[in-house]
């Protein structure tokens, strides 16, 4: 079974210094949990915090050099197309850089496999895999996949394996550069915070009454009741409702 591993720089809480990512780490030791050959595919610059991951159990890694900031998803596509791996396992997202968490699932429609997220644990069936998946509150789902495939990890999976000097010293990083760099398609557009409007409450359980009237109702909202009111005045009604709940300016 071959298994590619999908690396991020990571970035620590404190220092800010490059670093591996926790995730990617954790999906390390899913892999080698399952046996097989294991490799690492790293896409960006070719920083020397890269290596980390070989003192987290990997013998040899492939850096495709590209800038800071450009797309990674056509290098790692045409990468992956020609190793042909069984399984392509990933973190959740990356720790500190560009994290949308979008790059394996764009991989995954590229390379037309199925994509399961948030794997808690990863076990081999014949020719499929079994994803035990990480739900909210703790519950845990297991879904049967055909292989190839690719699997997010998610932060409930096993620890990472402990990091050790000598695994660091014996891997054998491969450099070569990536496809032309382009820029990612959707720049980040920072804003000015704005305050959103209040949501309305709600209650949890109880009868249908009363939770249609906790739906219908606003606490403080000051409205009036309208009998069969004509067109114009209802409309400045619900105007003004809507200022003073804080929907509408002006």
């Known amino acids: 079974m071959k298994i590619a591993v999908l690396l991020s720089l990571g970035h620590h ?22 046996g097989g ?65 979008l790059v394996p699932y764009l991989l ?30 703790g519950a845990r789902r297991r879904v049967t996949l055909p292989l190839p495939a690719l699997v997010t990890v998610h932060p409930a ?3 990472a394996l402990p990091f050790t000097h000598g695994a660091l010293r014996r891997g054998t990083i491969l450099r070569r550069p990536g496809e032309a760099p382009t820029a990612i398609a959707e720049p980040i557009e920072e804003r000015p915070y704005r305050r959103r409007p209040r949501l309305m409450g709600g209650v949890a359980g109880g009868s249908a009454a009363d939770r249609l009237k906790a739906a ?17 005045a209802a409309a400045r009604e619900i105007l003004d409702f809507l200022k003073r709940v804080g929907v509408r300016r002006g």
């Open 216 to 232: 219908t109702e606003v606490t403080g909202g000051g409205g009036r009741l309208l009998v069969e009111p004509d067109p114009a």
């Open 37 to 101: 050959e294991v490799m690492g595919l790293h896409a960006g610059p070719g920083d020397a915090a890269i290596g980390d991951y070989l003192g987290h159990g990997l013998t040899r890694l492939t850096v495709l050099e590209q800038p800071a900031g450009a797309d990674p998803v056509p290098a790692l596509a045409k990468a992956l197309a020609e190793l042909r791996p069984d399984l392509i396992l990933a973190g959740r997202q990356a720790q500190g850089g560009d994290d949308t968490g």
């Open 157 to 159: 999976a096993p620890p």
């Open 108 to 137: 995954a429609e590229r390379l037309t496999r199925p994509i399961v997220a948030d794997a808690a644990a990863i076990t081999r069936v014949g020719g499929n895999v079994v994803v035990e998946q990480a739900l909210p509150r």
């Open 13 to 34: 809480p404190v220092s800010g210094r490059a670093c591996a990512a926790r995730g990617d780490a954790q999906a390390i030791a899913l892999a080698h949990s399952l």
